[in-house]
């Protein structure tokens, strides 16, 4: 059964404290994993897409990481505005594409 | 681009009652998606459509029906609302080649007393 499993749950953090998030996956057809950030209340607003083990994406802060059975969202220097849920998805092919999401992992950063 | 929105924001249902959620995307995707999120469960399929005129069953499909008449728009119908479909409903849509992000709607938190 395809799966997707986020670590930890939650996390908190100092201001400036870097760390990773983790997204493990097993799946069959895996044709993309992508990154998500969602705000309380809105929908999850699109961060990254990787699609072969090895690739990486950065934007500021972030840096999405990808092997052949799990991905990590690095947090470098996070600051109090990264706080949010962070949901990870791999998009899988059997005919038609689906999209499989992970329960997200609520990182709250401190001032 | 407005991108993908959804309608209505927030509603209150009483147990029996029936709604219909619109969500409406400008970007000329072929697929479109509805999903419930629930707390500690992440985001769940309920139904999807590759194209005008077609839909298909996702993870939860019980207790929906959806059409989707026009290529713009994907309608989500409860026809007797239960307490279980209290949730967050999300729309999305994406191109046919799946190769690009899917863009979310806002949400539409829905009660059902």
């Known amino acids: 059964e395809d799966q997707v499993t986020q670590s930890p749950e939650a996390l908190r953090l100092q201001e400036g404290e870097s760390s990773s998030l983790n997204c493990s996956y097993t799946?069959?057809?895996?044709?993309?994993l992508f990154w998500y950030r969602q705000d309380p209340g809105k929908g999850p607003e699109f961060l990254f897409t990787?699609?072969?083990a090895g690739e990486e994406k950065e934007k500021e802060r972030l840096k999405a990481t990808l092997t052949k059975k799990e991905s990590f969202l690095h947090i470098t220097a996070p600051k109090p505005e990264d706080s949010a849920t962070y949901l990870c998805?791999?998009?899988?092919?059997?005919?038609?594409?689906?999209?499989?999401f992970g329960t997200g992992t609520r990182l709250k950063v401190l001032a | 681009n407005a991108g993908v929105t959804q309608t209505p924001k927030f509603r209150v249902l009483k147990t029996g009652q029936s709604m219909t959620l619109l969500c409406a995307q400008d970007?000329?995707?072929?697929?479109m998606y509805w999903y419930r999120q629930d707390p500690g469960m992440g985001l769940r399929l309920i139904h999807y459509?590759?194209?005008?005129?077609?839909?298909a069953k996702g993870e939860v499909p019980d207790g929906y029906n959806v059409s989707r008449l026009k290529k713009q728009n994907f309608l989500l119908g409860l026809e007797s609302a239960a307490p279980s479909q209290t949730s967050v409903y999300f729309c999305?849509?994406?191109?046919?080649?799946?190769?690009?992000?899917?863009?979310f709607g806002p949400g539409t938190r829905l009660t059902v007393l």
């Open positions: 990787l699609y072969s």
């Open positions: 799946v069959s057809g895996l044709r993309g």
């Open positions: 459509s590759v194209g005008e005129g077609t839909t």
């Open positions: 999305a849509s994406s191109t046919t080649t799946g190769q690009k992000e899917q863009p």
């Open positions: 970007m000329n995707h072929e697929y």
């Open positions: 998805a791999v998009q899988v092919y059997s005919g038609t594409y689906k999209y499989i």
